[in-house]
């Protein structure tokens, strides 16, 4: 029997493929595949996000921290794409919040209902563990997850603007940052 995991993508452009999307929890056989399957979405030049990269080491520790929040999708059983998120708590809020950080689907597979899917199950998880509220964040230019995530519910964007101080100034003419050589030993001046 297909459970709701399983159901069959949509098609609504008649170039579509029809075929069998299914949910599942992330495993350590998907860390490799994942993580080359994000380099091709997230490239420095695509989404740079000065607060987050896309490396091995994002994956990995989400899959090692937050395990029960990350998902990913095949299509036709190929990997199709991934959902990684984690569960935040506030000090003095009984809220939960449910923070969908990366959402990528394979380009093969765009359109046809895989990151719906993928939403839909990481909501539906979080919230059973309590979840009240659900956070993603885009660049502004990348329409297609902004009409994605319109699509899926959420709405007023907030601006967060980035700032940036270039430190490469200071730290010119200076070995290791240093400017004046070793610092001196204090209390120890001939
Ligand atoms: C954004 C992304 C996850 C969407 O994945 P997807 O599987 O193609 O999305 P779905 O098929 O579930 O699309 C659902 C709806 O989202 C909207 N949407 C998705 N991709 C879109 C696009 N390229 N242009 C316009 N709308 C789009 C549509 O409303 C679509 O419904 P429709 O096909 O009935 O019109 C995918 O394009 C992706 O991996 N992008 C690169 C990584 C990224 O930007 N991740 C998001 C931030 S972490």
Same mark, same amino acid.
């Given at each position: 029997?297909?459970?709701?995991?399983?159901?069959?993508?949509?098609?609504?452009?008649?170039?579509?493929?029809?075929?069998?999307v299914?949910?599942?929890?992330?495993?350590?056989?998907?860390?490799?595949?994942?993580?080359?399957?994000?380099?091709t979405?997230?490239?420095?030049?695509?989404?740079?996000?000065?607060?987050?990269?896309?490396?091995?080491?994002? /994956?990995?520790? %989400?899959?090692q921290?937050?395990? +029960?929040?990350?998902?990913? $999708?095949?299509?036709?059983?190929?990997?199709? =794409? &991934?959902?990684?998120?984690?569960?935040?708590?506030?000090?003095?809020?009984?809220?939960?919040?449910?923070?969908?950080?990366?959402?990528?689907?394979?380009?093969?597979?765009?359109?046809?209902?895989?990151?719906?899917?993928?939403?839909?199950?990481?909501?539906?998880?979080?919230?059973?563990?309590? /979840?009240?509220? %659900?956070?993603?964040?885009?660049e +502004?230019?990348?329409?297609? $997850?902004?009409?994605?995530?319109?699509?899926? =519910? &959420?709405?007023?964007?907030?601006?967060?603007?980035y700032?940036?101080?270039?430190?490469?100034?200071?730290?010119?003419?200076?070995?290791?940052?240093?400017?004046?050589?070793?610092?001196?030993?204090?209390?120890?001046?001939?």
């Amino acid at each position: 029997m297909g459970s709701e995991n399983e159901i069959p993508a949509k098609s609504a452009e008649p170039k579509r493929k029809s075929g069998v999307v299914r949910i599942r929890p992330m495993e350590v056989d998907d860390l490799a595949p994942v993580f080359h399957l994000g380099e091709t979405l997230f490239t420095a030049a695509d989404a740079p996000n000065l607060y987050r990269t896309w490396d091995e080491f994002e /994956v990995v520790g %989400l899959f090692q921290s937050d395990w +029960a929040t990350c998902f990913v $999708a095949e299509y036709n059983e190929k990997l199709a =794409g &991934f959902a990684l998120g984690t569960i935040i708590t506030k000090t003095h809020s009984a809220w939960k919040y449910g923070h969908l950080i990366w959402l990528g689907v394979e380009p093969e597979y765009m359109r046809k209902g895989v990151a719906e899917k993928l939403f839909r199950h990481f909501r539906d998880v979080t919230s059973e563990e309590g /979840v009240r509220m %659900l956070i993603v964040d885009t660049e +502004a230019d990348n329409l297609a $997850a902004l009409r994605f995530f319109r699509k899926m =519910g &959420f709405s007023s964007p907030q601006e967060h603007i980035y700032l940036s101080l270039n430190l490469a100034s200071r730290q010119r003419g200076t070995a290791n940052g240093r400017k004046n050589g070793p610092p001196k030993r204090p209390g120890k001046q001939r």
